[in-house]
């Protein structure tokens, strides 16, 4: 068992704040959490909004799960101690980047309430904008996109939300986007309708 250091002496007391961040920015920092099924089109969402966003002159950064698992994650499973420990890890890096003035746009499955909240409670409910990219099991596996459900069908991927484990769907989400009524196009759009007015400054 690891035991805590008893020598750390944080300095955020004496390093300029998120104020003085979203001045020189001249935007307001938030986190948009995209949660969904894989292959429900969090990533391509988040990289059309990130574009949009970059027109209008606000600075953005996109977490992804699989960039995430390739670098400061890649040592964890997806047991249910490793997600938690995933989505952690993943909302402190976010409240680094919200803490210096910018968008960051989080692509997670995140499959349940409980995982959601440990982010909520890490960032701060007032910057966690929740977005459910709701897309039906079926419809994501109509997909397959990366492969993935295929080799879970056949038993090469263990614990994959949505067959084996667990997805609960936000009950209260800032925005829900159902991809298989609408193109990429348009979830762009109306995700970038619904969270601008939280990113400018006055």
Known sequence: MTTKA???H???DRILGRDEKQKFLNQSSRVIWMTG???SGKTTIAIGV???LQKRGILTQILDGDN???GINKNLGFSEEDRSENIRRIAEVSKLFLNCGIVTINCF???TINIRKIAKEIIGEDDFLEIYVNASFKVCEERDVKGLYKKARNGEIKNFTGLDAPFEAPENPF???KTSDMTAEESVEKVVNAILPQLTRE
């Open 6 to 8: 008893t020598n750390i």
């Open 10 to 12: 944080p300095v955020f």
């Open 37 to 39: 099924l894989s292959g």
């Open 50 to 52: 990130e574009k949009e």
């Open 68 to 70: 995430i698992r390739t």
């Open 109 to 111: 499955v995140s499959p």
């Open 175 to 177: 925005l829900e986007i």
